[in-house]
């Protein structure tokens, strides 16, 4: 069991992991008590193209993909306060968007090759001394963030009206939190690809939420549940030879099947 | 019992008007409102209650005239933590992950400020609220497992953590029962007596509040009467208004 440590790609793949684990449902239990949850999707096809213009202006494809995704979900944000587009649309709009622009400029940097896999659906396997250095740094700055403004994010996240007459600065809060959801979904890449970031930041989440404790409460059994899901994944797909992002996912989707069936009886 | 100033204003409003976009919901509204006031907010729906409400509390910004919270401009208006809100039934929704304590506790949020993490303190003012309210056994229990007329206590715990001078409340007994809303207005009616507490009350039940408030604002679009609760219900206002079928239940 323990060669699998022998390779240090497999430990970078843990530690980027473990990170991204230990964040995701940090962010993602406030997008999806604020029914929000598309907005991870979004990004994570905003990051796509900024992957894309990384890959082809060759700066590194994930500074490129950070810095598309925070300066997009501002935009977001500014775009859903003005009410000028309805609702989910709007999120649909970048969606597509960037979807169609990161194609577009793949297809200009003639063709589909393996790095774009490795983007679609993480590949730990390949990820650099240096990607994890900027996954830690990043990652302690979420966190950091997290705690210097949880009070806000979870009166906000409850109750905006109430929050706002207490004098809470909602407005900040609003773009802290998405673009907080941006560095997340962006620094996310390399270990489950564009397509399960969300997945990673919603379904950890929406188990805890089955078993109706407290918001503290909360946060911790989806981070517990989704760094169990990331660690397995990983094992699992090194014995089994299957893609790491997938597997992961698939672990954390087993754990909230599983936590449905205890929960109702 | 605490000697209450009741010529100190507090609230003032100086012909205040909103519309949301083309429509006129509330026009040349003034009115005054003292410290140790109970005032009721009655009207037919759609008449602008909770949209004055609102103005006062800052959510809506008025399209002409002035707010004024504790003789500031309300546009300059710092001292937030004066003031506690409880806002309509809020959509606390199932599954939820909020315990009691953790919902009172935020009463206290805007007061430490940012960057300041609860205290001690403030977690035995949390309590204290809870206690106010007859729900500290409560205090660990989830929101959704209380019934509406136990979920309004606490949230009016929240307002309460605040440690505020004037509590604002919007259509609190929507949906309960007679006995629990029998509970709701002795509670209000010990908040206004033994803390001291300025209440805004937004309301249809005119015919409860008019007995227990000590002033009474009839608002449709404009503040059509307010003043003294009892005159307002022998005066040939009130019979006229039930003449038009203006009275909504």
Redesign the interface.
Known sequence: MLDLFSYSFMIRGFEAGIIIAVIAPLIGIFLV?RRYSLIADTLSHVSLAGVAIGLLLKINPLIAAIIAAVVSSVAIEKLRISKRIFGESALSIFLSGSLALAIVLISFAHGFGADLFSYLFGSINTVKQSDVYIIGALGILVVAAVI??Y??L??VT??E?????????TKFINILLIVLAAFTVSLAIPIVGVLLISALMVIPVVT???L???????IFFADLISVFSVITGIILSFYLNLSPGGTIVLVALGIFILTLFIKRR | MQHVDHAHTIIELDRVCFSYTNEEVIKDVSLEIHKGDYVGIVGPNGGGKSTLLKLMLGILKPNDGTVRLFGSDIKDFKDWSKIGYVPQKTYIEINFPVIVEELVAMGRYGKQGLFHFPTKEDKEKTLTALKQVDMLGYKDRQINDLSGGQQQRVFIARALATEPEIIFLDEPTVGVDIKTQKQFYALLRKLNKELALTLVLVTHELDVVAHEATELGYINRTMEYYGNPEEFLKGAYFHELIGRGGLHH
Not at chain 1, 161 to 169: C, L, M, Q, R, T
């Open positions: 008590l210097a403004f009070k806000e979870v009166f409850v109750d009206e109430a929050a706002y007459v207490s004098g809470i600065p805890a939420l089955q109706k404790m407290s918001f503290k409460k909360t």
